[in-house]
T-cell receptor
């Protein structure tokens, strides 16, 4: 069974600085998706970024980028130029890409990010 | 506007009572999911459904039941057998099979009186 581990329960960053959130996962599959979701105080889950395992290139979405290390099974999220609105719980998630799969996401336990003005 | 609607936002359950959480989507997604969120434990899958009239147990299905009579609707019943129901419940939908991302509702906070 696949597992996702986020070893940083809480992180803090100064506004305008850069922060990196860590995520490792365990799987025997070769093809899969990885995601970062953001959950602000409203508790609405918002997709931040998605990575397809077969793609070498790291995904980027504006100020958000990932460092995907497939061999190491590592998937970290970098937030550049941090803003107050980035303060939230961040979840790393895994999904199989198997054609018979269910699209179900497996989540880590989350990292609570605080942004200091 | 397209999206997922969960109701109610807050729900209280009395001892021995069954309660039902509503989840409706107008995104024409095949698959729907229910997740439970407890502090410090992330999201755990309760039940999921890939097609009308079919659903499967997730990792923590005991004490819960679901139905999928319509593509748009996937209600979750928290039964009296669920001894620790206090949690935040999130419904999601997505495309069946390869590709696609999950879209989430705004959640229901269930508490025990």
């Amino acid at each position: 069974a696949q597992t996702v581990t986020q070893s940083q329960p809480e992180m803090s960053v100064q506004e305008a600085e850069t922060v990196t959130l860590s995520c490792t996962y365990d799987t025997s599959e070769s093809d899969y998706y990885l995601f970062w979701y953001k959950q602000p105080p409203s508790r609405q889950m918002i997709l931040v970024i998605r990575q397809e395992a077969y793609k070498q290139q790291n995904a980027t979405e504006n100020r958000f980028s990932v460092n995907f290390q497939k061999a190491a099974k590592s998937f970290s999220l970098k937030i550049s130029d941090s803003q107050l609105g980035d303060a939230a719980m961040y979840f790393c998630a895994y999904r199989s890409r198997d054609g018979g799969a269910t699209n179900k996401l497996i989540f880590g336990t989350g990292t609570l990010l605080a942004v200091q003005p | 506007d397209g999206g997922i609607t969960q109701s109610p936002k807050y729900l209280f359950r009395k001892e021995g009572q069954n309660v039902t959480l509503s989840c409706e989507q107008n995104l024409n997604h095949d698959a729907m999911y229910w997740y439970r969120q407890d502090p410090g434990q992330g999201l755990r899958l309760i039940y999921y459904s890939q097609i009308v009239n079919d659903f499967q147990k997730g990792d923590i299905a005991e004490g819960y039941s679901v139905s999928r009579e319509k593509k748009e609707s996937f209600p979750l019943t928290v039964t009296s057998a669920q001894k620790n129901p206090t949690a935040f419940y999130l419904c999601a939908s997505g495309y069946r099979g390869l590709g696609g991302k999950l879209f989430f509702g705004s959640g229901t906070q269930l508490s025990v009186l």
